[in-house]
């Protein structure tokens, strides 16, 4: 079996202490590639570091959007140039949130822009969060996308119905994490059944919210296995062909070499 996390942050002060172990505790656990995400100037550096080190390791690099504000002289440069590196599979992870309020609406969402004009520039797929902020997303996704279809995620999607035909509608493809495994999360299961085979993705977020029966532990790229189990059951196959899927449409979106 081959997984991989399309999502996770190892330059996290969660990981720095072992991150060669948890690294090792993913290979051995059938994670076959993982992408980690840079969400600042320094963030993305260190995540092209890793990514150089460790070949089964890819990046994605961007500016979160809480980060926006927070941005010195040179830093969104920085990041653009890391966009360039040969570690580097996808931008992001960009998009909107409410839920928060560290950088103003109007900031994120010009930033939002930055990341999906480069993304289709630079030919990489771009990653989306969002936070509370579904309806505002699929207005700038369609405002940007006009009548192309887009080559994206919507990382740790927990959406609506609603949400999800938007976005499928668009070309998007829907990555689930962690919560997807979480009892209370019945509708998000429901959600889950009905994205189309071919546009699955599978993810950690690690260190945050780690899925059952690991919750409320640090999370872990190895983990990603439970949430490949729901969502096969979910899908009414076996763990071994949804990694099978899952990583086949990684390798395709994000067009992997390995
Ligand atoms: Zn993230």
Known sequence: MHLIDTHCHLDEEAFTTDMPDVIERAVAGDVGTLFTIGITAASCERAVEIAAEYEFVKAIVGVQPNYVSQLQDGDWEKIVALMQHPE????????????????????????????????????????????????????????????????????????NEETLQACLDLGMHMSFSGMLTYKKNDDLRFVAKQVPLDRLLIETDAPYLAPVPNRGKRNEPAFVRHTCAVLAEIHNMTTEEMAEITTRNARELFRLEV
């Open 88 to 159: 580097v599979v996808g931008i992001g992870e960009t998009g909107l949130d409410k839920y928060w309020d560290y950088a103003p609406l109007d900031l994120q969402r010009e930033y939002f822009d930055r990341h999906l004009v480069l993304s289709r520039e630079l030919d990489l797929p771009f990653v989306v969060h969002c936070r509370e902020a579904e309806q505002e997303i699929v207005e700038q996704l369609r405002a940007f996308a006009g009548a192309d279809q887009l080559r994206g995620v919507m990382h740790s999607f927990c959406g």
